[in-house]
């Protein structure tokens, strides 16, 4: 059987090809352990981070600084075809980078998430929404997040993409979070239900869990149980629910906003 | 010349459904003034607002409730086949209905603007993005929604999916931003910049708009003079910059907030 380290040399052959396209599938990720990433500042943001980049595959309009600093990490790098970079990319955008990089294994200690805070997700199949919760829980220094077993896989290229290099930052696993959120029974979890607590009016404690649900039908009944405080973003005109994504957003902000 | 009313009986014939596939292309839109909307929620919303519906295309695993309410309302429809649904569907989305609906017009009164909140929005281009900041916006109360020209349509299906409906009851305009806002100087501008007034310490007027940006630029430099408040999101962790559509939220969010 041929590893990765069998298609690495000069030129794309097919079968080359076909094995970094296979990784836009999360059924060859998993087989693999690896993933794309695309375009320089992401790339970046994975260089500078515990992951380890197998290899970039670029074009000759690259930016000379970041062919640079590759070189200067030792990572393999290789120049190939405009047309080569298109059929290898997932993603609809220009890019001119395109890097296989190896999944870090992320555990989860129960004991780590005490002192800090922490995103449990539960059913969230968008993509761009699981990227841009990545991104926005960086922002606003959640230590780590929590995924169902049927969420989207974050190695996607999608949610690579829209979490815009915060994926390198955020350590993220997937669990069964029933039996996760039964051996945290010390904690608060405040969970996002369309009715709670107006959250401008919770009091966050100095750790805990945030629990957010899937798009369309928020979160799963069985975990319910699991939280301590409900809480909810009030409505001030029509629309009938908020995005997962931006209910989130708004949750983190909440957290960290200075108190009085 | 054939107007759109030609192309509607009972089978979809290969012109009818490159007619309605024009739509998923904006220069078509444009011509034509109409747009398509999927998904039975989405289609009920603008059964409910001013816009006009010209038809509802359907499969034959309809709500049957669905079915009613279009009946009750004089609404056109046209029973087609799984198929040629997915051929005249613009989302990747399994739906089983297609609208065809009339653009509404909407003007800007610059005197309307008084006495409410409105958000202007200067060259956002991503779909998704933009559909999220109408439904987030219509969460939040905004009066409308004012874009520059290089703006993406919000009339693209899939800026119409995002907004979740909402784009049914906002009204949102495309105008020379420079313009606009040089009529509207007895109102307050706060702009979302990179380094502003924190949001959590922002006293919010009675009235006035909420200026954001693109998704990579931020706000052109030929508007920011007409902010009279710069203010920004304090950033508690390592990412970036945030989704625009979440920093929009996070600001809508603070404007509405109870005081105190």
Redesign the interface.
Known sequence: MLTWADYICRMLSKSQISFIKSLHHKKFRKETQLFLVEGI?SVVEFLNSPYKIKIVYYTDDIDKKFLTLLMQNNISTDLISQQDLQRISALNSSTSVVAIIEMGIHTIDVAYLQGKYSLVVDGVQDP?NMG?II????????HQIICSENCVDVYNPKVVQ?S???LA?IPVTYTDLSVMLSQVASLPVYGALLHGQAV?ETQFMEQGIILVGNEGNGISLNLQPYITQAIT???????????V??AT??IC??L???KG
Chains 1, 2 share one sequence.
Do not use: H, Q, V
């Open positions: 500042k761009g841009t991104r926005t829980a960086d922002w606003f220094n959640i829209a815009m290099g915060s930052r401008y973003i009030p409505k001030f005109g029509k629309a009938e629910s908020l995005n994504a931006i957003s708004i902000s909440e960290r906003r200075p």
